[in-house]
Nanobody
């Protein structure tokens, strides 16, 4: 059984930083392009950033460029999201996701396995 488990969410002040982690079990993370999405209540799940299987190719949504960095440690079966210069509008639930075919997309429907999400709250 494949599980993706996020951690690292919490409360941070505006302008602060936070690092999210996602650990995959039940399957090698190298099977996946990994991505982070985020979702506000009542809204669609939005793409944030993705990283290729070898960790060389990254693609950021416009909202994430310059502030969010994705990385992965395949030996640890984990992917990370380093967030800086956080804003109150970054207050949402963050999800990690894995896509096991192709080279990665920014469409949530293309992802095969998901974590349960972790809440990030940025206070003004």
């Amino acid at each position: 059984q494949v599980q993706l488990v996020e951690s690292g969410g919490g409360l941070v002040q505006s302008g602060g930083s936070l690092k999210l982690s996602c650990t995959v079990s039940g399957r090698p993370i190298t099977d996946y392009t990994m991505a982070w999405f985020r979702q506000a209540p009542g809204k669609e799940r939005d793409f944030v950033v993705r990283i290729g299987r070898a960790g060389r190719n990254r693609y950021h949504a416009m909202s994430a460029r310059g502030r969010f960095t994705i990385s992965r440690d395949n030996a640890a079966n984990s992917v990370y999201l380093q967030m800086s210069s956080l804003k109150p509008e970054d207050t949402v639930i963050y999800y990690c996701a894995g896509q096991d075919s192709g080279y990665g997309t920014d469409n949530a429907k293309d992802y095969d396995d998901w974590g349960q999400g972790t809440q990030v709250t940025v206070s003004s």
